[in-house]
């Protein structure tokens, strides 16, 4: 069998800039006719190193059962599959290891069949995504990889942070420069955060619509950084393997800080954490329930009930529905019109 379809992309670091970096700081429900929820996936790790003169820090990760959750409960065609892994993993590495509590928003809405690829992760790794057209597919770029560029289109990438040491979610929009996701999420993070990183993502699909492999890195330089560590840091990207081939050699993330390091090497200390896909569970899509059906109004919400016996609501990141019989649907309803009569 050929090589499987590769979707790397990186944004290169700009050399000899000095920019301090972001601090870090330490549902009866059907899917499918089985009961899903969220859970560690095996072999899956973020790594957060440093170097061993402390001038460079790095976020490096395997996230090939994290993805492959994802593209499962989407039933996603390749490219998109590769679209939504890649915004899957690039929201993972900005949203793990920062504040506690605190939770990263990423959406790329272009004008490519995709439609609007989205991904929230929390500061401990718990990270789930959804794609408007899991369908959508295309042939080949010329050079063999898929082409997620194409799929995406051009717009917007927005960028929100929120959590409890926050008196405001923080929100950021750019312009998609290339729709490839490393490339504008590095961009993101120059323009809106002020932070100099290299990053790349990958991920390679089997030809049976499988997820081979899927992981990316993001690489800050710190304050510090000498010109020496700039020069042996850019010349090592430009050496260094995609991330789909290094996971598919067997490397991890801490082969992969080395491997990012050079001949500078690593600090011990590094920090681990295993990401995991969700949450998805009945209790979270019940929560919203007052709200999908206050959005509906009540002449609807009967409708419904008189057509099909139930009312679902969904979670488009999970792709999971709960099926709510009448007795409970009306009872909402009398709540949700008693507090509109006590606001008046």
């Known amino acids: 069998m050929g090589r499987a379809p590769r979707t790397d992309a990186m944004r290169p ?19 499918g006719g089985r009961r899903c929820v969220a859970r560690a996936a095996g072999g899956d790790e973020v790594l957060r190193s440093l170097s061993a003169n402390r001038e460079l820090s790095v976020l490096t990760s395997v996230g090939t059962a994290v993805v492959s959750e994802a593209t499962g409960r989407h039933v996603t065609a390749p490219t998109a599959s590769a679209a939504l892994g890649r915004v899957i993993m690039g929201t993972l590495l900005l949203g793990c ?5 605190e939770v990263t928003q990423i959406s790329f809405t272009g004008d490519g069949p995709s439609g609007v690829v989205q991904a929230i992760a929390n500061d401990s790794g718990l990270v789930r995504g959804r794609i408007g057209c899991p369908s959508a597919n295309l042939p080949l770029r010329g050079d063999g990889k898929l082409d997620v560029g194409g799929l995406i289109g ?3 990438v927005t960028v929100v942070r929120s959590g409890p040491l926050r008196p405001q979610p923080y929100s950021g929009i750019v312009p998609i420069a290339t729709g490839e996701v490393a490339e504008d999420l590095a961009t993101y993070l120059a323009k809106s955060e002020q932070v100099n990183t290299a990053l790349a993502l990958g991920v390679a699909v089997n030809r049976d619509g499988s997820i081979r492999s899927a992981g990316g890195f993001v690489v800050q330089v710190l304050p510090n950084a000498s010109d020496e560590t700039l020069d042996t840091l850019e010349g090592t990207l430009a050496r260094i393997p995609t991330v789909t081939d290094m996971i598919h050699d067997g490397l991890g993330p801490a082969d992969m800080a080395e491997a990012l390091f050079g001949g500078i090497g690593v600090a011990p200390g590094a920090v681990a954490l295993t990401p995991r896909y969700g949450p998805c569970n009945p209790d979270r899509i019940l929560r919203d329930l007052p709200q999908v059906l206050a959005a509906m109004g009540e002449e609807e919400v009967r409708k419904v009930l008189d057509e099909q ?5 969904r979670d488009e990141f999970c792709n ?6 009448p007795e409970e649907v009306l009872s909402q309803l009398e709540k949700i019109s008693q507090g509109g009569q006590e606001e008046s």
């Not at 290891?97 to 509590?101: A, E, S, T, W, Y």
């Not at 016996?309 to 609501?313: D, K, L, P, Q, S």
């Open 97 to 101: 290891f920062r504040k506690d509590g």
């Open 13 to 31: 670091m700009a050399p000899g800039a000095r920019i301090p970096p972001a601090p870090f700081s330490t549902l009866h429900h059907m899917r």
């Open 309 to 313: 016996g139930c009312i679902e609501a």
């Open 320 to 325: 999971e529905c709960v099926q709510v019989g």
């Open 154 to 156: 051009q717009g917007v």
